[in-house]
């Protein structure tokens, strides 16, 4: 190892922001906490446009670099970040999220036992106001709303708001897409493609918080309806495809009400019997989603993204 190599980072966390300077206060409480069994790791916090002010929170950590990205898309400021990080690793986690205090260390050590191939994706799990009365956004979301092995196993892809890969399959798959593309599942399956295996890693955990309201619910959705809507295809068959699937959203519900009960990301009846209420919604507004996008041409899928607040 040379002298050069020793002063760099172990591993880039790169974290991409936009207008919550509170949760990213909690955000990096959390992630400056981390500990490594050997090596430093750097912190990039790439801000994206904000009209709230992060100065505050810039004061509080000072030994976290802070960037700027102007262009919309927590992709391309994802790819600032990974431009000025320095290390062989690079690990991700949103500005909404709280690591879990072995986060850092079970996601570079994952990296580190595939060099130059390594793609590992960790457990997302709602960070409970209230663990015993969970309010229904919360049930609801604890089960169905970051299903990460599944998206690993069956999709190809994981979310990016923790993951971690070997800077060299970044750099082969190249920069994650722009705000009109689900730049997660697309960069997974990019790296799918082209010969990574992404790997999910249960130990590997982050907290994100259950959306605030229905509202905020629906604009995921729409989100991620029109991500789809856009890569579906307009020929005869894919269109009616997608009929089917939008109709299907509303026959799926009792089944999907199911998992509400048999999981073990919530305890007490309680507290199960409260998520049924908004799988219900969501399923109809998606239906709904589904049919609509079909008659709008005009639209991208970072329509609804927050840059507004």
């Known amino acids: 190892m040379t002298a050069t190599q020793a002063t760099l980072p172990r591993v880039s966390v790169i974290i991409p922001h936009l207008n919550t300077p509170d949760a990213l206060d909690r955000c990096l409480?959390?992630?400056?906490?981390?500990?490594?069994?050997h090596g430093a790791a750097e912190i990039i916090v790439v801000d994206n446009g904000s009209k709230l002010s992060i100065a505050a929170v810039m004061a509080r950590y000072p030994q976290v670099c802070f960037l700027s990205e102007p262009t919309p898309g927590p992709g391309p400021a994802r790819n600032t970040g990974v431009a000025a990080a320095r290390a062989p690793i690079l690990a991700f986690i949103d500005a909404d999220c709280r690591a879990a205090p072995d986060w850092l260390?079970?996601?570079?050590?994952a990296a580190e036992a595939a060099p130059g191939r390594a793609v590992v994706g960790g457990d997302i799990?709602?960070?409970?106001?209230d663990p015993a009365r969970l309010a229904p956004i919360e049930a609801y979301e604890a089960v169905f709303g970051f299903r990460q092995k599944m998206y690993?196993?069956?999709?190809?892809?994981?979310?990016?708001?923790?993951?971690?890969?070997?800077?060299?399959?970044?750099?082969?798959?190249?920069?994650?897409?722009?705000?009109?593309?689900?730049?997660?599942?697309?960069?997974?399956?990019?790296?799918h493609a082209s010969g990574y295996t992404t790997r999910y890693l249960?130990?590997?955990?982050?907290?994100?918080?259950?959306?605030?309201?229905?509202?905020a619910l629906e604009r995921k959705w729409q989100r991620h309806i029109r991500h789809d809507w856009n890569s579906n295809?307009?020929?005869?068959?894919?269109?009616?495809?997608?009929?089917?699937?939008?109709?299907?959203?509303?026959?799926?519900?009792?089944?999907?009400?199911?998992?509400?009960?048999?999981?073990?990301r919530i305890a007490g009846l309680r507290n199960q019997f409260a998520g049924?209420?908004?799988?219900?919604?969501?399923?109809?507004?998606?239906?709904?989603?589904?049919?609509?996008?079909?008659?709008?041409a005009d639209e991208n899928g970072g329509d609804a993204w927050n840059r507004v607040t």
């Open 105 to 109: 260390q079970n996601a570079v050590t």
């Open 29 to 37: 409480a959390s992630v400056t906490a981390q500990g490594l069994d």
């Open 202 to 215: 249960p130990t590997m955990r982050v907290y994100h918080p259950a959306r605030s309201d229905l509202a």
């Open 152 to 191: 690993i196993e069956t999709r190809r892809f994981s979310v990016t708001a923790n993951l971690a890969m070997d800077r060299a399959v970044h750099s082969a798959v190249g920069p994650f897409g722009g705000i009109d593309k689900a730049e997660d599942l697309d960069w997974g399956q990019r790296a």
């Open 276 to 296: 049924i209420t908004p799988l219900a919604q969501i399923r109809w507004f998606r239906c709904a989603e589904m049919l609509r996008v079909m008659q709008v």
């Open 125 to 129: 799990r709602i960070d409970f106001v």
């Open 233 to 264: 295809g307009t020929s005869a068959a894919a269109v009616w495809v997608w009929r089917l699937r939008a109709l299907a959203m509303l026959g799926s519900i009792p089944f999907e009400a199911i998992k509400l009960f048999r999981s073990d």
